[in-house]
């Protein structure tokens, strides 16, 4: 099993940022409102992830860090998905056979936190009594320590802090209802707090993108033929020096799709593009029946019954809007 552990973990962890998009998906899973993340060392030395959501049972602890252990497969169509999907119920799994993991957790309500710990797949067998509040905390140590082959391909701390912090803004992003505070080595790097209202969401913007992103963009809301875009759009003569600025979801899912991409490029491009990337913040809400967001679990593409309709509604609702304000 340590192997089979090992091999699996060659696909879900591939660096620090993806271990925490595990945790975080696990934590927003279980309803928390809260997320710390904490991370020295660009997330090799520590990533500790703690959330005040539903926490898990002394009883099911050493279960969640089991093989094929999941607790979210209820019905048969969510068998399905899982299977499509490949690798569910194995992330704390996989984590654990490369890392010295930590896993501490109160059920609401309990009267007591439990934790286990699990380093390169050595479980310690018991649980122990810990002092925790409502919620879980895993704590993720010495990532790759006993797989040197693996560590050799970890960049500079800054890299790989670098794709971590990629990851919560990502997620942050979709999550406005959700806080998550972020901490390197010692100092606030992300502070961002639930989010209910328009203004407050564009607060949120402004600090995963920056306050020049927020300032020259323009805010977009379009529904039409049971589709809805919505979101914040840079102006064509905005351009960030660094990484590329482009967020776009589909029903609340992280999308990185080559009709979109094609769909938002030509809009921008037919407007005034000067070659420049496009930055944009987009929310795309579709009937769910018609869109598959599962097509591959990593590469984050979708397939939509009707593309042709998709691509010509964000089309046009992108070139409208920039061709209103065009300079
Ligand atoms: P999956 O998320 O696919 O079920 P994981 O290996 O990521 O598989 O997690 C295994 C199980 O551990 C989950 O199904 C869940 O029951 C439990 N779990 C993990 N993290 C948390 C968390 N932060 N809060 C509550 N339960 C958790
Ligand atoms: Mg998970």
Known sequence: PRLANQIAAGEVVERPASVAKELLENSLDAGARRIDI???????????????????????LPLALARHATSKIRELEDLERVLSLGFRGEALASISSVARLTLTSRRRGA?????VEAEGRDMLPSVQPAAHPD??????????FNTPARRKFLRAEKT???????????????HFEVGFHLRHNGKGVLGLHPAGDQHSQARRV???CGPAFLEQALPLDIERGGLRLWGWVGM?????????????YVNGRTVRDKLVAHAVRQAYRDVLYNGRHPA?????????????????PTKHEVRF??????????????????ADVRP
Not at 160 to 174: I, N, P, S
Not at 309 to 320: E, K, P
């Open 236 to 248: 064509p003569t905005f351009s960030r020096s660094q990484a590329d600025l482009q967020y776009f």
């Open 305 to 322: 019954r009707d593309s042709r309709m998709v691509h010509d509604f964000l089309y046009g609702s992108l070139y409208r809007a920039l």
């Open 135 to 144: 919620g879980t905390t895993v704590e993720v140590r010495d990532l790759f």
């Open 160 to 174: 790989e802090f670098d794709h971590l912090q990629e990851v919560v803004k990502r997620l942050a992003l979709t």
């Open 206 to 208: 402004a600090s995963v």
């Open 111 to 115: 009267a007591q936190a439990w934790q």
């Open 280 to 296: 944009f913040v987009l929310f795309l809400e579709i009937d769910p029946a018609t869109v598959d967001v599962n097509v591959h």
């Open 38 to 60: 904490e991370v020295e060392q660009g997330g090799i030395k520590l990533l500790r992830v703690r959330d005040d959501g539903a926490g898990i049972e002394a009883d099911d």
